[in-house]
């Protein structure tokens, strides 16, 4: 059985991730990319759906782990009653071929070790054939295949490769996993410590660029650290999580597949990357944006692939049991094909932000921005299914409303603030014609609150966005009425709920429940710091970082009851909250909102 979510750490080679738990064991691993088949996927099954570990014999949770300064370079370590040892996992930044290096250190004593890898390609349904080859052990199946170098004898048992050895004080013994589709010409073997070397320079080479000045920053340097390993370098696309399938409610059905990319994720993410100091990630992910969303307006998704891939058709892999049974497991993600108005806001605004910010402006995005808008024009006003990607009917949500009207703000502030070409005039009237609907329609005067959807009970946490959009100032009664109905209706057990899912009816058309969405929580700690309850918010925030694990990693959502991290993992929506969240609480964030603000077009 898999460890629980928090006891996983992140390796990366900036086009895939391997989860790494606290017993030594890689349970989770796809290659060559992000959204490729799992060749480790014991996290979703048992040890038949493949795993590498390689740990003291006597088993057992390490002592301690890290990660090496401001890398992905794990450091995970044993006390034994025969010694101390120390294991170093890392995949350096991507070469000939993808690569995962394994260093068995000795500390003190002589402790005997075991290395056990199960390979199963295609997410645990393949074995492969295994030989021994030149001095190393060659593993291929159909289009993969892989090679395992060590200087440790290995033997087969029970479908498995194994290895029994021993280190002392001094002791340095290397293994080295590389992965090549199997028609390609067998990879040339790493050198595991200048591979090492290397991964540590490439580290500290990156995070020189760190910019940020407040009370968090080890918490906001290693949040930024894992967006940058959640990143598929070769296109620029940061990926929502790097795993399928983690329940977001223990044993439930709502067990999604997030290796891919959102561009609900966009204005955040820019906002994380542009306000620490890293405008050429924030130009890649914009370039990716770019690409992505190139064509049709009307044919805009919510999500693509890493490389801008459009299809990402669902299916069910009946062959693993789930994590702790929370079943069924899905690759592919049938939301791809959703209707939510407020994508074409997002992209708009995030456009718009990066324009703003010193990315540069590129006439491509202004005419792709134009497009948009048009499409914007004539649709704002149908039903949507929502920034949550509900599967009960679509409804007319405040919050997508919200966000066309943001889509189509930054577009008259390209006008009339970077002089680029547009009808200002006609786009004002329909700023205000839309912000006039969301007023009229989607706040419930009788509780001071605005609504999920129009005519709506429940609540949305994304309400608490309204103000961060420009739509309507912090002050505004409406917006703080706003953020205390969420306080009364969505706050549970100290973190907030993205909706209730029982509230009209059941709007996500969906069984179960889910935990805490940790974004959602950032969302409403900024919500306080922004109608001025700032020790408040401080608090909150110092309690969501008590959530990280020992790592600092968060997953997508916190099941209060079990005391346990749950949904996909890491989760950039969630590390992207953080890292905002202590920008705003630290004042390095809050000249240039107050300024959107107060500038806001249409703000009463």
């Known amino acids: 059985m898999a460890l629980r979510i928090e006891d996983y750490g992140l390796l990366g080679d900036l086009h895939t991730a391997a989860l790494v738990g606290a017993d030594g064991s890689i349970d989770w691993l796809c290659l060559p990319r992000f959204d490729s088949p799992a060749c480790f996927a014991a996290l979703l099954g048992d040890g038949t759906a493949g795993f590498w570990r390689t740990a003291p014999a006597s088993g057992g949770r390490c002592t301690r782990r890290r990660y090496r300064g401001d890398t992905l370079i794990l450091e995970t370590e044993w006390d034994t009653p025969d010694g101390t040892v120390r294991l170093i996992d890392t995949m350096p930044p991507r070469g000939e071929a993808a690569d995962v290096v394994r260093i068995v250190e000795g500390v003190s004593g002589r402790v005997p070790m075991r290395t056990e890898l199960r390979l199963r390609f295609d997410y645990g349904r393949i074995v492969p054939w295994v030989r021994r080859l030149d001095g190393r052990w060659e593993a291929v199946a159909g289009p993969d295949a892989a090679w395992l170098s060590t200087p440790v004898p290995l033997e087969g048992r029970d479908m498995a490769t194994v290895g029994e050895f021993a280190v002392s004080a001094g002791d340095r013994v290397p293994f080295v996993l590389t992965y090549k589709p199997s028609h390609e010409p067998r990879p040339r073997e790493v050198e595991p410590e200048q591979a090492l070397r290397d991964t540590e320079a490439f580290w500290a080479e990156w995070t020189g660029g760190f910019r940020y000045d407040g009370r968090w920053d080890d918490a906001v340097r290693r949040s930024l650290i894992t967006l940058k390993g959640l990143t598929y370098r070769p296109t620029g696309g940061i990926v929502a999580a790097a795993t399928t399938s983690l329940p977001e409610r223990l044993g439930g059905p709502r067990n999604w597949d997030y290796r891919f990319c959102w561009l609900r994720d966009a204005t955040f993410t820019l906002q994380a990357l542009l306000g620490t100091g890293f405008v050429e990630e924030a130009?890649?992910?914009?370039?990716?944006?770019?690409?992505?969303?190139?064509?049709?307006?009307?044919?805009?998704?919510?999500?693509?692939?890493?490389?801008?891939?459009?299809?990402?058709?669902?299916?069910?892999?009946?062959?693993?049991?789930?994590?702790?049974?929370?079943?069924?497991?899905?690759?592919?993600?049938?939301?791809?094909?959703?209707?939510?108005?407020?994508?074409?806001?997002?992209?708009?605004?995030?456009?718009?932000?990066?324009?703003?910010?010193?990315?540069?402006?590129?006439?491509?995005?202004?005419?792709?921005?134009?497009?948009?808008?048009?499409?914007?024009?004539?649709?704002?006003?149908?039903?949507?299914?929502?920034?949550?990607?509900?599967?009960?009917?679509?409804?007319?949500?405040?919050?997508?409303?919200?966000?066309?009207?943001?889509?189509?703000?930054?577009?008259?502030?390209?006008?009339?603030?970077?002089?680029?070409?547009?009808?200002?005039?006609?786009?004002?009237?329909?700023?205000?014609?839309?912000?006039?609907?969301?007023?009229?329609?989607?706040?419930?005067?009788?509780?001071?609150?605005?609504?999920?959807?129009?005519?709506?009970?429940?609540?949305?946490?994304?309400?608490?966005?309204?103000?961060?959009?420009?739509?309507?100032?912090?002050?505004?009664?409406?917006?703080?009425?706003?953020?205390?109905?969420?306080?009364?209706?969505?706050?549970?057990?100290?973190?907030?709920?993205?909706?209730?899912?029982?509230?009209?009816?059941?709007?996500?058309?969906?069984?179960?429940?889910?935990?805490?969405?940790?974004?959602?929580?950032?969302?409403?700690?900024?919500?306080?710091?922004?109608?001025?309850?700032?020790?408040?918010?401080?608090?909150?925030?110092?309690?969501?970082?008590?959530?990280?694990?020992?790592?600092?990693?968060?997953?997508?959502?916190?099941?209060?009851?079990?005391?346990?991290?749950?949904?996909?993992?890491?989760?950039?929506?969630?590390?992207?909250?953080?890292?905002?969240?202590?920008?705003?609480?630290?004042?390095?964030?809050?000249?240039?909102?107050?300024?959107?603000?107060?500038?806001?077009?249409?703000?009463?």
């Open 283 to 604: 130009r890649a992910w914009r370039e990716w944006l770019l690409r992505a969303v190139a064509g049709d307006p009307a044919e805009l998704q919510i999500m693509y692939g890493i490389d801008g891939t459009r299809r990402l058709p669902e299916s069910t892999l009946d062959w693993l049991g789930g994590y702790e049974g929370a079943s069924p497991v899905r690759a592919g993600n049938a939301a791809s094909g959703q209707f939510q108005l407020d994508t074409w806001g997002e992209v708009l605004h995030g456009l718009h932000l990066a324009r703003e910010s010193g990315v540069g402006a590129v006439q491509s995005a202004w005419d792709v921005q134009k497009a948009l808008l048009d499409f914007l024009e004539g649709h704002w006003d149908e039903p949507d299914n929502g920034l949550w990607e509900v599967r009960g009917d679509r409804r007319h949500f405040v919050h997508s409303k919200v966000l066309a009207w943001a889509g189509v703000d930054a577009a008259v502030r390209g006008v009339e603030q970077h002089g680029l070409d547009g009808p200002a005039a006609r786009w004002r009237a329909l700023r205000d014609r839309i912000h006039a609907d969301v007023c009229d329609h989607g706040y419930d005067a009788d509780r001071g609150t605005f609504t999920q959807f129009y005519g709506s009970r429940g609540l949305d946490a994304a309400l608490l966005l309204i103000p961060a959009t420009g739509f309507l100032p912090w002050g505004d009664p409406r917006v703080v009425g706003t953020v205390e109905a969420v306080e009364r209706e969505l706050y549970r057990d100290g973190f907030v709920l993205r909706y209730d899912p029982a509230a009209d009816g059941g709007v996500d058309g969906l069984p179960g429940s889910e935990g805490a969405f940790l974004a959602c929580t950032f969302w409403f700690a900024d919500a306080l710091n922004g109608i001025g309850r700032r020790e408040r918010a401080t608090e909150l925030f110092e309690r969501l970082l008590g959530l990280r694990n020992d790592l600092g990693l968060l997953s997508e959502e916190y099941d209060t009851a079990a005391g346990r991290q749950v949904g996909n993992t890491p989760q950039a929506y969630s590390h992207v909250g953080l890292v905002n969240t202590a920008r705003h609480l630290s004042g390095t964030a809050a000249a240039a909102e107050a300024s959107r603000a107060a500038g806001a077009g249409a703000g009463t």
